[in-house]
């Protein structure tokens, strides 16, 4: 059986650079480098998890090869199961929405529940959340009402 990193950047090659050729190098890496560390998940009620967070390398147009690369950040919450079934990947309602910040919610205790079946992914969508860059807009406009 193959380790759970090859079925997670499996998957996540598969959703994400499925219309791309391989290969591009530049000096933020390759597209489809996948960077996995150990993270401490804390949810909004203040409860922790052991996780994984990772990045995976994507052009910024999927269409061009030369196209600067972007990372898409995920968090995986391991199955605790004894025989875990294909990873669950939960992907965030849009436009902008974090899977992360989601999970951080009312949504925390199912993604906990769920890893009884096997991974739990959560993955922000580009330029939101964790994914760099960030591209989400901190200014407000203020217009009269009139």
Same mark, same amino acid.
């Given at each position: 059986?193959?380790?759970?990193?090859?079925?997670?950047?499996?998957?996540?090659?598969?959703?994400?650079?499925?219309?791309?050729?391989? @290969?591009?190098? %530049?000096?933020? $890496?390759?597209?489809?480098?996948?960077?996995?560390?150990?993270? /401490? *998940?804390? +949810?909004?009620?203040?409860?922790?998890?052991?996780?994984?967070?990772?990045?995976?390398?994507?052009?910024?147009?999927?269409?061009?090869?030369?196209?600067?690369?972007?990372?898409?950040?995920?968090?995986?919450?391991?199955?605790?199961?004894?025989?875990?079934?294909?990873?669950?990947?939960?992907?965030? @309602?849009?436009? %902008?929405?974090? $899977?992360?910040?989601?999970?951080?919610?009312?949504?925390?205790? /199912? *993604?906990? +529940?769920?890893?009884?079946?096997?991974?739990?992914?959560?993955?922000?969508?580009?330029?939101?959340?964790?994914?760099?860059?960030?591209?989400?807009?901190?200014?407000?406009?203020?217009?009269?009402?009139?």
């Amino acid at each position: 059986m193959k380790n759970s990193n090859y079925y997670i950047s499996s998957f996540l090659a598969l959703l994400l650079l499925a219309p791309i050729a391989l @290969g591009k190098t %530049g000096k933020a $890496g390759q597209v489809g480098e996948l960077q996995i560390e150990p993270y /401490m *998940f804390e +949810a909004a009620n203040g409860l922790k998890v052991d996780a994984e967070r990772g990045f995976l390398n994507v052009p910024e147009k999927r269409g061009k090869t030369d196209s600067r690369l972007i990372k898409i950040a995920f968090i995986r919450f391991r199955s605790i199961s004894a025989s875990p079934k294909s990873p669950i990947v939960y992907l965030a @309602g849009g436009p %902008g929405s974090s $899977g992360i910040a989601t999970a951080r919610g009312a949504r925390f205790s /199912m *993604f906990m +529940a769920l890893r009884d079946v096997g991974d739990v992914i959560v993955l922000d969508q580009r330029g939101v959340g964790q994914s760099i860059p960030n591209l989400t807009c901190s200014n407000s406009l203020d217009l009269p009402l009139d």
